[in-house]
C-alpha cells in the first residue's frame, strides 16, 4: 500500500504540473516500499537517485513555467525548491557514503515536503498558470 496516494486534493489544477506530480508520488512510493521491504542497497540507492534527479527536472519544468508566464511569486517559489533540493542532496550523499538511517529520516521528509509543497506554494501556481491560460483564450 503506497505511503502517498494520488488524490484529487493533491492536483493544483494544471495538468502538466499534476502529471510531474502524479510520477514523482509514484517514485517517492517505490523508494519508500522499497526502504521498507529492506531491499539490497543498490537497489535502494537506484530508487532514491531516480527521485532525486526527477525532482531536479520537475523544479526545473515547474521554474520554466514560471518564468514563461511572469509568474510574480518565482523567487519565494524558487527557493522552497532550493531549500528541498540541498536538504535532499545533503542526506543523499549521507547515504551514498554508507549511512543506512537516511531512506528512515529522507523519505518522512519528502513526504511531508512534497504534500504541503504541492498543496500551498504549487497551487498557488496552478491557480496562476490557469488564469493565465484563460486570460490567452
Known sequence: ???????????????????????????????????????????????????????????DHEEGLMEQHGYDMIESHKLEHRELADNANMLYVQYLGGDDTVPGVLLPFLRNWLTAHIMGSDRRLGDFLNGYRRREL
Open 1 to 59: 500500500m503506497p505511503i502517498l496516494a494520488w488524490s484529487k486534493e493533491l492536483s493544483v489544477g494544471f495538468e502538466a504540473i499534476d502529471d510531474d506530480h502524479r510520477k514523482l508520488i509514484a517514485l517517492f512510493n517505490d523508494a519508500h516500499e522499497a526502504a521498507k521491504a529492506t531491499a539490497p542497497r543498490e537497489f535502494v540507492e537506484k530508487l532514491l537517485t531516480e527521485l532525486i534527479e526527477y525532482t531536479g527536472w520537475h523544479f
